[in-house]
């Protein structure tokens, strides 16, 4: 079966930034667009950004655009959500998922495959 690994978590202040990775033991990894979600206690899961399968679409939440990108490199089997400018308000659990249909979503019941989440602190 499909298997996503997320990594790359950690504690950093306002103002910094992280990049988590992304990887996939699956076969076909190219052929499939891909999400980063992020849960914070007591929330429900939200979307944060898409990439489509080739790497040529994206899209953000409006509450991370222009702050966070997404990007993938397929002969690595890895997705990328790059943070910059990070706020407390930042702070989860970021999941990535594997979504199985043509077009990007922000819907997260059209996602098939999660990662097991990495947790993302951002300190004021």
């Known amino acids: 079966q499909v298997q996503l690994v997320e990594s790359g978590g950690g504690l950093v202040q306002a103002g910094g930034s992280l990049r988590l990775s992304c990887a996939a033991s699956?076969?076909?990894?190219?052929?499939?667009?891909m999400g980063w979600f992020r849960q914070a206690p007591g929330q429900e899961r939200e979307f944060v950004a898409a990439i489509s399968w080739s790497g040529g679409s994206t899209k953000y939440d409006d509450s991370v655009k222009g702050r966070f990108t997404i990007s993938r490199d397929n002969a690595k089997n890895t997705v990328y959500l790059q943070m910059n400018s990070l706020k407390p308000e930042d702070t989860a659990v970021y999941y990535c998922a594997r979504n199985p249909r043509g077009v990007l979503t922000t819907t997260l019941t059209w996602y098939d495959y999660w990662g097991q989440g990495t947790q993302v602190t951002v300190s004021s």
């Open positions: 699956g076969r076909t990894f190219s052929s499939y667009a």
